[in-house]
């Protein structure tokens, strides 16, 4: 069993859209046996709220579902999980700043994964928080999220064949 758990700041826009795509991509290929899918906040402050209306509304155009209630990291997460996919720099900052120093999962960046992310400017690496902006935000937070998804679904896998 692989677990992963996306994170975000809130845990109510790109991450539970993150955790969405990838629970619909492992659905669709038939690994629901292979996989615990999870995602949390770095901050509590939505915690017990669902995702995002924007969140939702983006991933149900493309026939996803974002059925998360935000929570907020906990210590245990470091060894409960064997991947913690960060949307954004700060994020991934947040995260190793709380890991215990037995934790054991392997912590990311999400477009570490995107064919697309790339070039000198650190920054293309980040998912952007689309809270404040319009529905064109969701829409290009999704298609980064799920190019990013596919890949790193593609290397997980790669790595279970190979184990």
């Not at 659905?27 to 969140?55: F, K, M, Q």
């Not at 974002?66 to 997460?77: A, G, H, K, L, N």
């Not at 319009?134 to 790595?159: I, K, N, W």
Request: hydrophobic content about 35%; charged content about 25%; aromatic content about 6%.
């Amino acid at each position: 069993m692989i677990r992963v758990l996306f994170v975000c700041l809130g845990n109510i826009c790109r991450s539970p859209l993150a955790d969405g795509v990838f629970c619909h991509l492992v659905r669709e290929r038939g690994l629901e046996a292979h996989y615990s899918i999870d995602s949390a906040g770095t901050s509590a402050y939505h915690a017990g709220d669902p995702a995002d209306s924007r969140s939702i509304a983006v991933a149900r155009k493309h026939g996803i579902a974002v059925p998360s209630i935000s929570r907020q990291t906990r210590s245990s997460d470091y060894n409960e999980f064997d991947w913690i996919v960060a949307m954004d720099r700060q994020n991934l900052s947040d995260l190793r700043a709380k890991e215990p120093d037995a934790g054991t999962a392997r912590l990311v960046l999400l477009r570490d994964y995107d064919p697309q992310a790339s070039g000198s400017d650190a920054s293309a690496k980040d998912v952007p928080d689309p809270y404040y902006g319009g529905p064109g935000g969701f829409d290009t937070v999704h298609a980064m999220v799920a190019r990013s998804c596919e890949r790193l679904l593609e290397v997980l896998e790669e790595a279970r064949a190979q184990a």
